[in-house]
């Protein structure tokens, strides 16, 4: 990597973890505060329409906003162009569900969703006015903006959000967190970026970008519909209360297993794409941000399996501790979840986003299929079927890797190996060492797990490549 993209890949590194762990951060506090707030129906009723939301919000990007950055030099018909189409999309699709929302509301018997979704819905055209500013600067490596218009959206909008649910605002005090977030994210990051679209519409851009595009929608509309599909499932099958225990384990769990990894991936792929045509040194830097994930995140996860019951308990009460049993299964799931999207993002870097479309049929199929098969055996049942399914689809997409970046398979498990036997050893001498000291304070056999894996690992190449990392991160602030 040149000294100029590698410094600008840094810096872009600090600002995109200020900001995933900085939005992380004010999510985890504010979701806190409002567990203790409200009852489980309450999140229920909001993870039951979230496969809805979230598939209108990839509809909406179209993959352009993936298109816009692989392209070396976009113009600024070609900004402008996919900007005007969200917004004409975006309210298409509100219509939609405006008009079906009694529908939903029907299928779950629940008559308030059909009022939550139309006002809730309305975030999908907050999302569209701002896509293409936040893909500008992420095509430049400018996380700083992102940083700031995220985090002062978040500190706005959950302040409200949290004084209205103290004062009996209930399930629609969760809907006001995310209109209002959205509001203050187009009014901060429209006087950031200072950028407007020019009154051009080009159908030769389309078509160019969609060509690419169109490609990475649909992977990605596959797998929105599959990774929520079990929320409509539960839903639909189970109560809202039972929905709301799967939704906060699902939510805590993601902290870890994707919204950390994903501050890798979302400064990478910028990166992947500069140097697309030059296999040896992408998969060299692939190997490294495979090395740093597993080393993060293997043992985090591992963590939160031995202290499950004693934090949630700390952390949401009483209430909450049935979502226990479904978070730590979906920790195991997390060791590969963890790992996915490094190797999705690689390959679309070098242009193979068909080839992503056709394998996410089967990937994602595998999914709904695990998923369907294991309500048979109720919640449990659906937990490991994704947990099944998150394992194949960390194969499929290393195997996708092996054949158009030539990164064989092989190597990929070799390098995450000696961090997950760590990782095992680690949790099964501090989980002997609880059982033992017979303790309610999650602290103590945290604390022993921690020196155990750092002592373990301490001669790890992931290790030293870590450090060095953080080191760099820190010199750059």
């Known amino acids: 990597m040149s000294e100029s ?4 890949a840094t810096v872009g590194a600090v600002w995109a973890t200020i900001d995933r762990f900085g939005s992380m951060t004010l999510q985890f506090i504010v979701n806190l505060i409002m567990a203790r707030l409200l009852v489980p129906a309450d999140f229920g009723a909001i993870g039951m329409l ?10 909406i990007d179209g993959g352009f906003s993936s298109a816009l950055i692989q392209k070396k030099e976009p113009s600024q018909t070609d900004y402008s162009t996919i900007f005007f189409w969200n917004i004409f ?15 939903i509301a029907g299928f779950f018997n629940m008559p308030v969703l059909s009022s939550v979704l139309r006002v809730i819905g309305l975030n999908l055209i907050l999302t569209a006015v701002i896509a293409i500013q936040t893909t500008r600067l992420r095509k430049s490596l400018a996380f700083r903006s992102i940083a700031i218009t995220n985090i002062s959206a978040y500190i706005l909008g959950g302040a409200c959000a949290v004084t209205y649910a103290y004062n009996g605002g209930g399930i629609w005090s969760l809907v006001m967190m995310q209109i209002l977030y959205g509001l203050f994210s187009i009014l901060i990051l429209w006087i950031i970026t200072r950028w407007h679209p020019s009154a051009v519409f080009s159908r030769q851009t389309m078509k160019e970008l969609f060509g690419f595009g169109g490609y ?11 990774q929520n599909i079990q929320g409509v499932i539960i839903g639909h099958r189970f109560s809202a209360t039972q929905t709301g225990y799967y939704s906060q384990a699902y939510k805590l769990d993601q902290i870890t297993s ?21 296999r040896k040194r992408l998969c060299d830097m692939l190997l490294m941000n495979i090395r740093v994930i597993s080393y993060i995140i293997f043992p985090m996860l591992a963590l939160l399996i031995l202290v499950a019951h004693d934090l949630i308990e700390f952390l949401y009460g009483e209430q909450w501790l049935p979502s226990v049993p479904y978070f730590r299964i979906l920790c195991v799931g997390g060791i590969f979840v963890c790992l996915q999207n ?11 986003s068909k080839s992503l479309f056709m394998w996410s049929f ?4 595998f999914l709904l299929l695990a998923v369907i098969i294991g309500a048979q055996f109720g919640m449990d049942g659906i937990m490991w079927g994704m947990v099944l399914s998150s394992a194949n689809i960390y194969v499929v997409n290393a195997a996708i890797v092996q054949r158009y970046i030539h990164l064989d398979i092989k190597k990929q498990i070799q390098t995450i190996l000696p961090t997950g036997l760590i990782t095992i050893l680690s949790f099964i001498c501090s989980f002997v060492i609880k059982d033992l000291v017979s303790t309610n304070d999650f602290l103590i056999p945290a604390m022993c797990f921690f020196c155990l894996y750092i002592l373990l690992s301490s001669r790890l190449k992931a ?15």
């Open 463 to 477: 290790s030293t490549e870590t450090y060095q990392l953080i080191r760099r991160l820190n010199y750059k602030k």
């Open 89 to 103: 999309f975006s309210a298409c699709l509100y219509l939609i569900l405006f008009i079906s929302a009694p529908l």
């Open 362 to 365: 089967y990937k994602w199929g």
């Open 258 to 278: 994707y919204s950390i990894p994903q501050v890798i991936v979302q400064v990478m792929y910028p990166v992947y794409s500069s140097i697309q045509d030059e």
């Open 5 to 8: 993209l590698g410094n600008k």
């Open 342 to 352: 490094i190797n999705f993002y690689a390959v679309a870097a070098v242009g193979k």
């Open 216 to 226: 990475i929608m649909a992977a990605n509309l596959l797998q929105t519909i599959c």
């Open 50 to 59: 979230a496969i809805f939301i979230a598939v209108s919000q990839t509809l």
